[in-house]
């Protein structure tokens, strides 16, 4: 008994010293008042319930771990636990997950305490009966907790889920209740045999009591049963602000991107914001399966497959508020947004894999400009802040005035590609290549063909990347909500983070992790038109194209089907003529073939060395594509040529175009390295790379699998063929050789 008397005093010390140290400076003292308020009554009731109800050892233990858990939270806040932080960056999480240990030991510890007091003051046995009722006590007490929370911030007129810490999970409430259940029924199977044991030593002198000690027994149980079930607080809720000191309307810092701007060609209110894990959306669940934590756009009213004023199936937001003007401030941790309301700020966690991120440099660079952000509003300790996720330049505007008249020839594409001119790297620059500059391009609609460059950190990324994108230009001269069709292979795990998708163009160039800006320059070569027929065909179309992707009714392939091979192949399918420029050299393919397959001991490896030198190169090389288009619309607004047959797209064109511009986009400064423009060649691919190719910097990706299940059409196998030139080539060598042993035994 001394012993078990000492242990007691020890655990009460150890409370009460956690208690101290965390209320000498927490983040925020109602915050902590609120969470440590049922450790402070739960500390006297056991003290006086010590010598005539003593409880065993295990739920001493277990109380006094529940209250430290506790005593963290109040002391961080359960939203900015440091363990929790730590995991959610090391494990690419969404939020701190530190609010589920608590709701776990919400009913771990619970249980073991439910479990003894019915025990010893109820006529219940151990059996199923005892289990199904400690657990549904919990349960309900975890219920009624979260009532109590939500009635709390109707009281003090409370956003929901900043009053309560949801940090943005719309299932917070079931997955703390949830939690609470299965830590009430991992307790009773781990720790039923050793509670039993303590139970019977605890209890042997209790046996004879008198019906009014038994009553008064009861009565303490009662009040144990409080102590033990109210520290069940879960997330850490904020201190109760008056309505009239913290309006409901500002805790949401950002605003709806839907109800303010368009989405490409259209309308913003013809959409829903959700993620992929929406289970009564009308888009197929193969596309919705890539964006299971994302935030997306689906239209609000149901498809009509191959109607020109269908919306977009699924739009790739990333983030459901927007802030359209900002600015940063105070060492770059507060935004002033429309130049008064000030408001803390910070940015969405890099991701694990990602090489490189925002540094000084890039704040240096956004503090020059005004800014318009996609992300977030996340509650602190300190009240809400702004997440950002995507920060775009407010002054990147395309406007006639700022358009510079460019002389164009075979090589004025290239030498802009190229920035042969040293442009400035602050700000966007537009060369005005066709047409005249109209008072103002607001509201015109728009076909544009985008080029990022090569990277300067990974030797597999010189190529580039491209797309098409439509839209219209905004007021003012605004293109970030202009859409990008961006395709990337699905089946690989990015290590930015991105994903195949139609989005807008500030999520496309300025996400902080998948951002291409964020890691080479840009090319946008654009067609300012009289109507929205052009980019509304191409737009219709291409939708097709990724339900058949998403569904692996086709594969990407990076010789084979890549980024410029979608995004080109529609603009011929819809009539657009554009000049083939062949395979780089059926020669070099085979060789290569050879070449692969010996050195690497893979038939499959000389395949995709003859697959890459042997595909049109204006479906292989994203440069390539973008000069083919830039160059032979300038042809075709230029000189009409009476021997070319006009299609009724390019009719279109001839018909529509009032400017070609092509806009220079420098890479946004952190700490990746400088990245430039792609390559036009695959000798020129070689030689940028070491010819050792152990000697090359890759990013390793992991590959994604595709549910079996989701499939409509078999995975497809790769079969390592042999190309017909190869094998004319061994048959040749065969008979070659042949030849030559039948003339040298002829010679003896």
Not at 361 to 382: C, I, K, N, Y
Not at 434 to 460: M, R, T, Y
Request: hydrophobic share 40%.
């Amino acid at each position: 008994m001394t012993s078990l008397l000492t242990e007691r005093r020890v655990l009460l010390t150890l409370v009460v010293i956690v208690l101290i140290l965390s209320g000498l400076n927490p983040k925020h003292h109602g915050v902590w008042l609120l969470e440590v308020f049922p450790v402070l009554i739960g500390i006297p009731i056991l003290i006086r319930t010590h010598d005539r109800f003593p409880l065993t050892p295990l739920a001493y233990r277990l109380m006094a771990g529940h209250a430290i858990i506790l005593m963290i939270g109040a002391y961080y806040t359960y939203a900015e636990v440091p363990l929790g932080r730590w995991m959610q960056d090391a494990f690419g999480l969404a939020r701190n997950h530190y609010d589920r240990l608590g709701h776990l030991a919400q009913g771990f510890v619970p249980a073991i305490v439910l479990r003894e007091l019915l025990l010893r003051t109820s006529p219940l046995q151990r059996g199923g009966w005892l289990f199904f009722l400690v657990c549904s006590t919990c349960l309900g007490f975890s219920a009624l907790y979260e009532l109590l929370e939500g009635a709390t911030a109707f009281v003090f007129n409370q956003s929901a889920t900043t009053f309560l810490a949801t940090q943005g999970d719309e299932w917070d409430t079931q997955w703390d209740m949830c939690m609470a259940l299965i830590g009430a029924i991992t307790a009773q199977l781990t720790l039923a045999p050793l509670h039993d044991r303590q139970l019977h030593t605890q209890t042997s002198s209790y046996s004879g009591s008198s019906a009014p000690a038994r009553s008064r027994t009861i009565k303490i149980a009662c009040l144990v049963i409080m102590s033990t079930l109210l520290p069940g607080s879960g997330p850490a809720m904020a201190s109760p602000v008056p309505a009239s000191a913290t309006p409901a309307a500002h805790v949401q810092i950002g605003q709806s991107p839907l109800q303010h701007e368009p989405l490409g060609l259209f309308d913003g209110t013809s959409f829903t914001v959700t993620t992929g894990r929406c289970t009564d959306c009308p888009t197929a669940p193969q596309a919705l399966w890539y964006f299971a934590d994302e935030a997306i756009a689906i239209p609000a009213a149901s498809e009509d497959q191959g109607s020109a004023t269908q919306p977009p199936f699924l739009v790739w937001l990333g983030s459901p508020e927007f802030i359209s003007r900002a600015a940063l401030i105070s060492g770059h941790t507060q935004l002033i947004i429309d130049g008064s309301n000030s408001v803390p700020f910070r940015l969405t966690p890099k991701l694990q894999t990602n090489q490189s991120y925002y540094n000084e440099a890039t704040a240096q660079f956004f503090s020059s400009h005004p800014l318009r952000l996609r992300g977030r509003t996340v509650l602190t300790a300190e009240g809400p802040l702004f997440e950002a996720r995507t920060i775009w330049p407010a002054d990147y505007l395309l406007t006639p005035d700022e358009a510079r008249t460019t002389a164009i020839d075979d090589h004025t594409i290239p030498r802009l590609i190229e920035n042969r001119d040293r442009l400035s790297a602050d700000t966007i620059a537009t060369h005005l290549l066709w047409g005249k500059a109209a008072a103002s391009w607001a509201g015109k609609p728009v076909l544009a063909a985008i080029l990022n460059g090569a990277q300067g950190d990974d030797d597999e990324a010189h190529g580039g990347h491209f797309g098409i994108v439509t839209g219209r230009v905004g007021p003012h001269g605004e293109w970030a909500d202009w859409m990008v069709n961006n395709f990337y292979d699905p089946d690989v795990v990015s290590e930015k983070g991105i994903l195949p998708a139609m989005g807008p163009m500030d999520n496309y160039l300025m996400d902080l992790n998948s951002g291409q800006s964020y890691y080479r320059p840009s090319g946008l070569l654009v067609l300012v038109l009289k109507q929205d027929r052009i980019p509304a065909a191409y737009q219709a179309n291409i939708q097709d194209v990724f339900r058949r992707l998403y569904r692996h009714e086709l594969d990407y392939d990076p010789s084979l089907l890549n980024c410029a091979g979608f995004s080109i192949d529609q603009l011929r399918r819809l009539g657009w003529q554009i000049p083939l420029q062949g395979p780089s050299n059926r020669l070099k393919a085979t060789a290569g073939y050879v070449y692969m397959a010996a050195s690497d001991r893979s038939l499959a490896s000389g395949l995709k060395a003859y697959r890459y030198f042997s595909e049109e190169l204006t479906r292989l090389l994203p440069r390539v594509a973008f000069e083919a288009i830039g160059n032979d619309l300038l042809h075709l607004l230029q000189q009409p040529d009476s021997q070319r047959s006009l299609t009724p797209f390019e009719q279109w064109l001839r018909e529509d175009v009032e400017a070609v511009l092509y806009v220079h986009i420098p890479q946004i400064p952190s700490s990746r390295a400088l990245g430039t423009y792609a390559v036009a060649s695959l000798d020129e691919y070689q030689q940028r790379v070491p010819s050792d190719r152990s000697q090359w910097k890759t990013i390793a990706v992991p590959p994604r699998p595709f549910p079996a299940e989701l499939r409509v059409a078999p995975a497809p196998v790769e079969a390592a063929t042999i190309p017909g030139s190869v094998l004319a080539l061994t048959a040749g060598c065969m008979f070659g050789l042949a030849w030559l042993g039948r003339l040298l035994i002829r010679r003896r």
